[in-house]
Every structure is written in structure tokens, then in C-alpha cells.
């Protein structure tokens, strides 16, 4: 039934050429009464650092060195600007990507993070809840503190990001374990051969495994509401946070005196070793951390599904370049390679640029480790409904009917 104007029960009824189409009104998300306040993805940065002891915040915020490569991620941005088209028909847009046979709401994801369950009680569970219940991919972090097994589980993880040792023995261990855990994608980050020299860490009194002091004590109790409801009870229900996923076996302790991590001699991994992961690993396998053309025409001679274009948020090599640098170059080189991204992402634009520049797909990493630590479950799916947001109203100003449809036309370097 038609009313007055067009609008019927159903929707709103299309006149001249597509008479009698009708478009399905927009769904309202509704937000509750505690997240109204948070506009941005930024927002949820400013809450966080409130809510966690200095020392975990700046772990999560921090970078390597000078932050350089941090700064330069976001600032790039800004030396792209939009060429829009005018007086296209949106009404009808969609955001959905297909990646990997998969179709999913939008085209981002979430990052891998290390020790998100400080963030929040069961943090690394809470951000792969929020991805699947938004059908957007979130990749279960090698640090994490909860075994890669209930993330796959309570979950739905279907993505996993690890970091190897060049020891065959232990890669097809490890490779074993993420396989019979359910797991489909395997990401090896491959730009960690070293620790990096992270000076802020070191001032704010954070180390891995955390060292007890009394200013950690301290933090913690200045923090009581982190302190009970995030590492309290996460002491009760599973007793103290394990480096759960770094091997085939269970890792030590995030809180110790003397304990050492056993990561491995990571600078002896090299590109036979993603041979050795591909002949094992039946599913999808992408290598992040790439930076260089070259290193993506290997990864693909090497059997690699997809890469992700990173310098690891700023966190390794100070200096390095910004993903947005040399995707094009990238993309141009491998073709219909399946080429993701990562590293200062933070609005709907941002998204659409790196889209534009080539990119198949987006990741972000900290903002959703805010809004975990901001508002926990509810947080990181407003989070992700705010980006949502931005960038079906963005592509509506450039005249997008698809995301799939944007292309280096919409896009001017300044």
C-alpha cells in the first residue's frame, strides 16, 4: 500500500524508470545511552587512557623510537583529497566486500593485538565477538592471553596471526595446533625479526613479561576499576594471564620476575619457511608485514593467498615507510593478488582512500583496542557501527553506489 508521497508500508516507491522498484528504508542502530558520547573511533582513545594503568595504555598507544612511522601512518592521509562525482543516484549503496569466498558487511576488519585481554576481561574473546557479530574479520593475535582455541570457539575467530621462529619443528607444530583449532586464514608477520627498541615502554615501566613493582601495584590500584573488573576477574575465572598462542605449547606468565619469553630465533625465518607453511597449511595463507614490491611478487611465488601492506603500526622499524606510500606500487606489480592494509586508519575516508589507492581490504588495529577497553563488547560494535557509518555516508558524497565501484578516479594526490 502506497501513501501519500510514495511511501508505502514497504518502503519508498521508485517513479520514471524504475517505477514500482522500491528501497528498503535504512536501519536505525540503536546506541545505548552510554555510548552516545563517543562520535569517533579518536573518542574511545581519550576514554581508555583514562580507564587503563599508564603502563598498559602506552603499550597499546606507544610506538618505537621516535614514533615516526606512527605520526607519518596518519599523516599521510591528508596528502590525498577526494574528487567526488555529483548528481548520481544513491539511494541504494553497499558496502559489502567479498574476500576470500567470504562476504563480509564492510570493507575493514580488525587488526591482530597483542594482550587485549588487558584491555578488558576476556578482551581477545571481546574483539572476535564483535566481528562476527558485525560479520567483519578479526584476526586473533599470537600474543593473546586466551588460548587460540576459545577464541575460535566463544569467538568465531576464523582468522590467526602468528609469529614463528626460523625452526621447521616448531612451525609445523604451531601450524598443526591453528589448524585443528578451526581456524581458515594463517597470517605469518614476517616484519619481526628483532624486538624493536620501544623507549616509551621502558619509561612508563612496562616490560613483557609484566615485572612486579610497586609502581606496577600502584597503577593498578590508582585504576580500580580496571583492577577488579579486568585483571581480577580474569585471575578468578582462568588464574594468571598466559602467553597462550606464541608455540604449539602454553607460554609463560604475563606477570613474572624472572621469567623469559622463549620466542625463538626469529631472524633465521626466511622465505623457504613460507614454503614449508604452505605445504602444511591447506587454507588460506598471507604474509604481513610488507613493504617492499619485490617482497610481494615473492610472497606470491612462494604459494602466499594475500599480503598485508604494514609497518606494524610504527611499532618495529622507526622510519619505515607508510603502508599508503607504496600500495599502488604493490598492487600494480602483483595484479589481481589479493593485497590488504594496515597502520593509522581511524575514519571512513581513510578507508575509501586506501580502497581508491588499490587496496582490497582494510585493517584496524588500536581504535577497536580502545573501545574494548572503553566500554568493552558494546564499545568495539559501536566502534565498528560507527565506521560503518562514515563510510556509507562517504560514498554517498562521492557518488558510490558500491564500495567495490571506487577506483583511483575519486582520488588526487595534493
Excluded at 577526494?82 to 587488526?111: M, T, W
Excluded at 599508503?324 to 593485497?339: A, Q
Aim: glycine residues 10%.
Amino acid at each position: 500500500m502506497t501513501g501519500k508521497d510514495g511511501v508505502s508500508a514497504g518502503g519508498i516507491e521508485l517513479s520514471g524508470p524504475t517505477k514500482g522498484r522500491y528501497v528498503e528504508p535504512r536501519k536505525e542502530v540503536s546506541t545505548p545511552t552510554r555510548l552516545t558520547k563517543f562520535l569517533c573511533l579518536d573518542d574511545f582513545e581519550i576514554s581508555a587512557q583514562r580507564k587503563l594503568p599508564r603502563q598498559i595504555f602506552g603499550y597499546y598507544a606507544g610506538a618505537a623510537e621516535t614514533n615516526q612511522s606512527r605520526e607519518a601512518n596518519r599523516a599521510l592521509f591528508k596528502q590525498y583529497a577526494f574528487v567526488p562525482r555529483v548528481l548520481v543516484n544513491v539511494s541504494e549503496r553497499s558496502q559489502r566486500k567479498s574476500l576470500f569466498g567470504h562476504v563480509y558487511d564492510a570493507p575493514f576488519g580488525i587488526a591482530p593485538m597483542g594482550l587485549a585481554g588487558l584491555s578488558t576481561f576476556n578482551g581477545d574473546v571481546v574483539l572476535a565477538q564483535s566481528g562476527a557479530s558485525e560479520n567483519i574479520p578479526a584476526i586473533a593475535s599470537a600474543t593473546s592471553l586466551a588460548p587460540l582455541e576459545r577464541i575460535a570457539d566463544e569467538g568465531q575467530s576464523r582468522w590467526f596471526q602468528s609469529y614463528l621462529p626460523g625452526e621447521d619443528a616448531r612451525i609445523e607444530a604451531m601450524v598443526d595446533r591453528v589448524e585443528s583449532a578451526g581456524f581458515e586464514h594463517f597470517i605469518l608477520t614476517a616484519d619481526v625479526p628483532v624486538a624493536a627498541n620501544r623507549e616509551n615502554n621502558v619509561r612508563a615501566g612496562f616490560s613483557i613479561p609484566l615485572t612486579p613493582s610497586l609502581r606496577l601495584a600502584w597503577d593498578g590500584l590508582t585504576h580500580s576499576r580496571w583492577l577488579l573488573k579486568t585483571w581480577f576477574a580474569t585471575y578468578y575465572k582462568y588464574g594468571v594471564p598466559h602467553f597462550e598462542n606464541m608455540d604449539a605449547f602454553r607460554g609463560p606468565p604475563i606477570l613474572s620476575r624472572n621469567v623469559v619469553r622463549a620466542i625463538g630465533a626469529r631472524d633465521q625465518l626466511a622465505w623457504r619457511h613460507v614454503s614449508l607453511i604452505r605445504k602444511r597449511w591447506k587454507k588460506t595463507l598471507i604474509i604481513k608485514g610488507i613493504l617492499a614490491p619485490e617482497d610481494a611478487r615473492l610472497a606470491r611465488e612462494h604459494g602466499a593467498d594475500g599480503i598485508i601492506v604494514s609497518n606494524h603500526g610504527g611499532r618495529q622499524l622507526d622510519g619505515a615507510a607508510s603502508a599508503l606510500h607504496v600500495l599502488s606500487e604493490i598492487k600494480h606489480m602483483t595484479g589481481d593478488f589479493t593485497v590488504m592494509v594496515d597502520g593509522g586508519f581511524r575514519r571512513g575516508s581513510d578507508v575509501l582512500k586506501a580502497l581508491a589507492l588499490g587496496a582490497d581490504f582494510v585493517f584496524l588495529g588500536r581504535p577497536f583496542m580502545f573501545a574494548a577497553a572503553a566500554a568493552g563488547l558494546e564499545g568495539v560494535r559501536h566502534a565498528i557501527q560507527l565506521l560503518k557509518a562514515e563510510i556509507d555516508r562517504d560514498m554517498a558524497m562521492l557518488g558510490l553506489h558500491d564500495v567495490n565501484e571506487i577506483s583511483g578516479d575519486f582520488i588526487k594526490r595534493i
